[in-house]
């Protein structure tokens, strides 16, 4: 693939400069994805310290989190507060309309008050800056809701957001939709060789000069070597038959290029928290 990480790229038409592979950080603040039996416990501050340290060393500069990833935010932002050194680097992404409760479910809420009490919150815990505010899981209904884009535009013009942008994991419509608005200046969407259904959409992005993040690259794990702790047999029968199209290429490495040979796809995010499968996917991605 030989995808640099070095140089960075602008992310859409805004000033962000960012390499071409995220962090996303759900897994450091509530369970997610493929975990080995047994190893379900979620990491310390210490553990999220070291991984987000080696992350930043080793050239990623963008990081994805949201008030609906547990402690996410919470432990992101003590690491931003701590390392300033580090940090200054960093691009904070995160999200509003839907939250965390105590009980570890997520509830969502796009009222105007929601929307503010969301975003105050995630200030405080971040340092008091973020550079893209998303719009976690939107719909054609929520595109149409006024009073939630004034209010976002209005949290916008107060200063301590740079950007808006949204995050999308139904069809491609609303997607297209919000390409169109002339508001928002990223879109967040799953995209890799198991679900390939945004590929269209990402494409138009990029003719649009919107930035494109894609999460979920492999599949929620689907596609790394945590396959073998999966037991349900529609991905078991998804993971076979991608093996047979591919032959003797090895699975991660395939699902990585997939992705990267989109042009218009601006960030990755991997939702790796473990710093050494991170060096291992940034080693298959900038792989020759
Ligand atoms: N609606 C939304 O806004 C939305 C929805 C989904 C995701 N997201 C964002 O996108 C991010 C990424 O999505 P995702 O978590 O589904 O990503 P993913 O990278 O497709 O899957 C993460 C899973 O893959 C495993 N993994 C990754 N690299 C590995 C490797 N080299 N070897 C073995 N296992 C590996 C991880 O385990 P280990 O941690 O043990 O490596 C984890 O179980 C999220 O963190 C979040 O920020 C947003």
């Not at 050239?59 to 992101?76: H, I, M, R």
């Not at 993040?213 to 076979?240: C, H, M, W, Y």
Request: contains cysteine.
């Amino acid at each position: 693939m030989g995808i640099s990480l070095v140089a960075k790229a602008q992310l859409g038409k805004t000033n962000l400069m960012a390499a071409r592979i995220g962090c996303g950080l759900i897994r450091i603040g509530r369970n997610w994805g493929i975990d080995e039996p047994g190893k379900t416990a979620l990491p310390d501050k210490s553990m999220v310290h070291h991984f987000l340290r080696g992350a930043v060393e080793s050239g990623v500069n963008f990081f994805d989190t949201a008030p609906a990833y547990g402690k996410s935010e919470q432990l992101l932002g003590g690491f931003i507060k701590e390392h300033s050194d580090l940090s200054r680097e960093m691009i904070i992404a995160t999200k509003c309309g839907e939250s965390s409760r105590e009980d570890g479910t997520t509830v969502k809420d796009y009222s105007p008050i929601a929307i503010r009490r969301s975003v105050d919150n995630s200030l405080h815990l971040l340092g008091g800056h973020i550079h893209l505010l998303q719009i976690h899981s939107i719909n054609l209904r929520l595109l149409d809701n006024e009073e939630l884009l004034r209010t976002l535009e209005d949290i916008k013009k107060q200063g301590d957001i740079d950007y808006l942008g949204v995050t999308c994991t139904t069809p491609p419509e609303a997607v297209e939709k919000a390409l169109t608005m002339g508001i928002f200046s990223t879109i967040q969407v799953p995209y890799n060789c198991l679900n390939p259904e945004m590929g269209s959409v990402i494409s138009l992005a990029g003719e649009k000069k919107v930035g494109v993040i894609v999460n979920r690259p492999l599949a929620t794990g689907l596609l790394s070597s945590k396959n073998e702790f999966v037991s349900d047999p529609t991905q078991l029968e998804g993971i076979r038959k991608i093996k047979e199209q591919i032959g003797e290429q090895d699975l991660t490495e395939y699902a990585w290029r997939f992705i990267f040979n989109n042009p218009s796809v601006s960030v990755v995010l991997t939702g790796t928290r473990d710093i050494d499968n991170l060096k291992e996917n940034l080693r298959s991605i900038t792989k020759k």
